[in-house]
Every structure is written in C-alpha cells, then in structure tokens.
C-alpha cells in the first residue's frame, strides 16, 4: 500500500482542504506564509496610494508656496494676504537683491567655507578613528573604544565647552564653528562596523606584501567603503550646512555669521541684521521686493544644496549605514 501525503492526513483526522487558510476576503493562501507576504487586493492598493498622494502633497504644498512667494512681486504678495499659491507677476528681484553682495551673500559664503571644510576635516578625522577602532591588533584599541562609547551617551555640557573655545582663543573665529563638533562617535562606530566587515583575506595580501597600514587604508579598505563615506559625508555636510547654535554662542561679528543664523535671525525672529541695509532687506518699498519675498528667497537658498546633493547620496544609504550599523 503506497502511503501518501493525503492518506496520512486522513488518518491524523485532517483533511489538505481544512488546512488551507483563507484572508479576510475568503481568498485561499499558502498555509505557511504569513499575511504581510501575501499580495495586497484592490482595496488595500487603493487605499496605500491615497495615502502616499496625500503625504506627498502635504510635504510639496509648503515647498510649492516657499517657492512661489520667493519670486513673487509685492503686488502679488499684497492680494495673496501673505503667502502666494497661485503664481501671477513672477520676478526674480528678491534673488537679485539678497545676491548683490550684501549680508546674505557673504553668509553663504561662510557657510559653504564652513560646510566643505568642515566636512572634509570630520572625514578625515573619522576614517582614521574608525579605522584604527576596526584593527584589534592597535594599541589601547579596547580602552579608546571605550571612551568613544562614553561620549555618544554623556557630554560635557555647554558652560564646559564655551570655556575650552574662548580658552583657545577661537571666538569670532570660522574655526568655532568647525572644530566643537568635527567628530561624531555615532558616526564613526558605523564606519567602524563596516571597516570591520572588509575581507580580511584582503589586508592579509597586503601586509604580506609589505603593504603598510596607511596603505592598505587608502588603497584597500576605503575604495570598497565609498558607500559609507559617502553617507557619513552626508551627515556631517547636512550637520555643518545646517548647524547656527554654535554660531550663536561663539561668533559676536555678524560679518561671521552662517547663512542659518541669518535666516534664524531675520526670517523666524524678524529682527534686523547688523550691516543690512533697508533696500537688502526689501525695507524700501521705491521698487524693491517685499521682505517677504525675501525671506521665502533666503529660506530656498538655505534648501537648494541638501536638494542638490541628497539625490547622488540617496542609492548609498542602503548599503551604506544599514551594513554598517547591524552588522559586525
């Protein structure tokens, strides 16, 4: 007698047709798949991309009126009540006036020399740290790997480090702005865990080769890494693009300023900027751009390089911070 799947069911009192399983909508399934992996019905498409239009819209929206406004003339701004949402008399004097050479340009200025600088120093700084952290081998690697640790959960505080800035003598200086936060332990345990996942067969050629540490970093394990450079470039570029608290605790001289503690200043708080004229700041209604144009203009130009550069970083993230944060 041939003994078969079905007959044994039969006798252990079940049938194949009892064990199949059926969702919520009586459609048959496999009956060892889970329901997340079974293929969604017409309903829960539908309902998915209602929801994804809406969020899309939701972030678009502001944007749209950010944008629109920032090229708007008063006329337009005056009937709109405020923001404009419907484009009408389009014109491009708020970016003409704040790009004449004036506070918001110089502020650029710093903040792309702060921003490409102090990305490129925290990369620099990071990969060593990282790399040394990866080789077990390194001396003191269990200690200095402590403290690192230490630092993503307890810092010194503010008072402490005004005092060691002023201390070294870099208030009012572009320095203050880039040294306080040029290395971050968060980001250097993710270049660390993916240092540590670069075939050792690898470096093991190469030192047998006679390859030195400096070289089997630069030449080896960093072109396998450009993912998670390129993710962590992107942070600390973000970070630096981004950051004005700094700049308000050591930078006095508005000449210093970075473009976001200009748009803190003038376009959140509405206070004027020191060595801003009235016309830059669109005060002087004889022809100029209303200050809310201007505002919106600044508030495009703090976003255009995240907008810019995100998209070539954005097919890194994946393999660049997922890898390097689980495993290892």
Same mark, same amino acid.
């Given at each position: 007698m041939k003994v078969t799947s079905e007959s044994l069911d039969s006798i252990g009192g079940r049938s194949r047709s009892s064990r199949v399983r059926r969702d919520w909508n009586g459609r048959r399934r496999h009956p060892e798949r889970p329901v997340w992996d079974e293929e969604p019905n017409v309903a829960t498409k539908t309902t998915k991309n209602v929801v994804l239009v809406l969020v899309v819209l939701a972030v678009l929206f502001p944007l749209w009126t950010v944008v629109i406004t920032s090229f $708007? &003339?008063?006329?337009? *701004? &005056?009937? @709109?009540?405020? #923001? =404009?949402?419907?484009? &009408?008399? #389009?014109t491009v004097n708020a970016y003409q006036q704040i790009l004449s050479g004036g506070v918001v340009t110089r502020s650029i200025g710093v903040s792309v020399i702060v921003t490409a600088g102090g990305t490129a120093l925290s990369l620099f700084v990071s990969i060593l740290g990282a790399y040394a952290l990866s080789r077990p081998g390194t001396l003191l690697h269990r200690p200095i790997l402590f403290l690192v640790l230490i630092t993503m959960f307890f810092g010194a505080g503010m008072i402490p480090t005004y005092l060691l800035v002023s201390s070294l003598g870099l208030i009012d200086t572009l320095w203050a702005l880039i040294l306080p936060t040029s290395v971050s332990a968060f980001n250097v345990m993710i270049m660390r865990n993916f240092f540590i996942n670069v075939d050792r067969s690898m470096i093991d050629c @190469? !030192?047998?080769?006679? @390859? $030195?540490?400096? !070289? *089997?970093?630069?030449?080896?394990?960093?072109? =396998? $890494?450009?993912?998670?450079?390129a993710v962590i470039g992107l942070f600390y570029g973000v970070a630096y693009w981004n950051a004005f608290f700094n700049a308000m605790l050591y930078i006095n001289d508005s000449t210093l300023w970075p473009l976001q503690l200009v748009l803190r200043s003038y376009v959140l708080q509405g206070q004027a900027i020191p060595g801003a004229s009235a016309a830059e700041l669109g005060m002087d209604q004889g022809g100029t751009p209303a200050g809310l144009a201007i505002q919106m203009a600044v508030v495009v130009l703090a976003m255009v390089p995240i907008l810019v550069v995100y998209p070539f970083v954005q097919r890194h993230f994946a393999t660049g911070v997922m890898i390097g944060a689980v495993k290892g």
């Open positions: $708007s &003339t008063q006329g337009a *701004i &005056t009937n @709109a009540g405020g #923001l =404009v949402v419907v484009p &009408t008399d #389009l @190469a !030192r047998i080769d006679g @390859a $030195s540490e400096w !070289r *089997i970093l630069w030449q080896i394990v960093l072109p =396998v $890494s450009k993912a998670v450079v």
